[in-house]
Nanobody
Framework: QVQLVESGGGLVQPGGSLRLSCEAS????????IGWYRQAPGKQRDMVAQ???????NYADSVNGRFTISGDKAKNTWYLQMNSLKSDDTAVYYC???????????????WGQGTQVTVSS
């Protein structure tokens, strides 16, 4: 019912920048929360940044001041601008949305397919 499609990953040198995009499509009554997570090899999937209710923004301590999350509500699209990238930022990045499909439904979590970000010289 809801599909999330990511784009923008790739290979970048330390200190460089990338911007990830995520577009949601399908039956969407309300996007209650949108965000980005990442998972490095052998590690758990961790929250990177999220916007809750179009009001609250949270960042992981490790990216605060370097990454910026933003959204275009009209397009059901959100972005993650990543600056001053470090090798520790290397991971598969997943977009996430907590979506209410109709006004009568309980919201559920949806995930994108993931996009690889590699920071290396």
């Amino acid at each position: 019912q809801v599909q999330l499609v990511e784009s923008g990953g790739g290979l970048v040198q330390p200190g460089g920048s990338l911007r990830l995009s995520c577009e949601a499509s399908g039956n969407i009554f309300s996007l209650r929360r949108i965000g980005w997570y990442r998972q490095a090899p052998g590690k758990q999937r961790d929250m990177v940044a999220q916007i809750i209710g179009n009001i609250y923004i949270n960042y992981a301590d490790s990216v605060n001041g370097r990454f910026t999350i933003s959204g275009d509500k009209a397009k059901n699209t959100w972005y993650l601008q990543m600056n001053s990238l470090k090798s520790d930022d290397t991971a598969v990045y997943y977009c996430n949305a907590y979506v209410q499909v109709t006004e009568y439904d309980i919201p559920n979590d949806y995930w994108g397919q993931g996009t690889q970000v590699t920071v290396s010289s």
